[in-house]
């Protein structure tokens, strides 16, 4: 059977409205995070990252904040498109760790036409 | 392109037969990759550090004899599931980085589903 809460939880946005997924990480500790896209039966594909001395960074369409005193992370997509329908995952990383990344939950993102 | 492949891209064997997934920087050289494994609706679980010329690290709870890493080569690195079983089902996933230390160029692998009959 299925256990509650390890679902991934769902994003429902219009096409053409900006989105906004939240992730909470761990470790304090962690310098470095960065935000992957999933599409089904795929590997993750990297988006953007940012390091622990930015608060906030900006891509294509995409922009990533930083705010480590309460330890989240978030990812705003602007003008979302239905291209942009799928699991999206935060990682975080400690700087020497081996390059070893942590994931958060992830979070589907669906685009409504 | 893709730059990390994964070979196969999906398997189906019997329970108990044993299952090689080959995991394959392109053009580049990794002296070190990851294999993660992920349940259908949950996140990405790390297995494993594959080292180049040294002994895997695994992770808490990942029986090291269960799933076999070896890291053949600068460009190749292969995980076995040994007797496979039904709960061992899952889509099987390597990263490698591009650059020593550098977590942001890791590059991931299309996904290997394995399903255990």
């Known amino acids: 059977g299925e256990s509650v809460g390890l679902h991934l939880p769902t994003l429902s946005v219009q096409e053409g409205d900006n989105s906004i997924i939240n992730c909470a990480y761990s470790?304090?500790?962690?310098?470095?995070f960065i935000w992957y896209k999933q599409e089904s039966g795929k590997g993750p594909q990297f988006i953007i990252d940012?390091?622990?001395?930015?608060d906030k960074r900006q891509g294509q369409r995409v922009t990533v904040l930083l705010n480590k005193t309460v330890k989240h992370l978030s990812l705003q997509i602007a003008a979302t498109q239905p291209g942009d329908s799928a699991v999206y995952f935060c990682?975080?990383?400690?700087?020497?760790?081996?390059?070893?990344?942590?994931f958060g939950k992830g979070i589907t993102l669906s685009v409504r036409p | 392109g893709a730059v990390v492949s994964q070979h196969p891209s999906r398997v189906i064997c019997k329970s108990g037969t044993s299952v090689k997934i080959e995991c394959r920087s392109l053009?580049?050289?990794?002296?070190?990759m990851f294999w993660y494994r992920q349940f259908p609706k949950q996140s990405l679980m790390l297995m494993a550090t594959?080292?180049?010329?040294?002994?895997?690290?695994?992770e808490q709870g990942v029986e090291k004899d269960k799933f076999l890493i070896n890291h053949a080569s600068l460009t190749l690195s292969t995980l076995t599931v040994t007797s496979a079983h039904p709960e061992d089902s899952s889509f099987y996933i390597c990263?490698?980085?591009?650059?020593?230390?550098?977590?942001?160029?890791?590059?991931f692998g299309p996904g290997t589903r394995l399903l255990v009959l």
């Open positions: 990263s490698a980085p591009r650059a020593s230390g550098g977590a942001g160029t890791q590059y």
């Open positions: 470790n304090s500790a962690s310098d470095y």
């Open positions: 940012i390091r622990s001395n930015m």
């Open positions: 990682a975080e990383n400690l700087t020497g760790a081996n390059s070893k990344l942590t």
């Open positions: 053009d580049f050289q990794a002296t070190t």
């Open positions: 594959s080292n180049e010329g040294s002994k895997a690290t695994y």
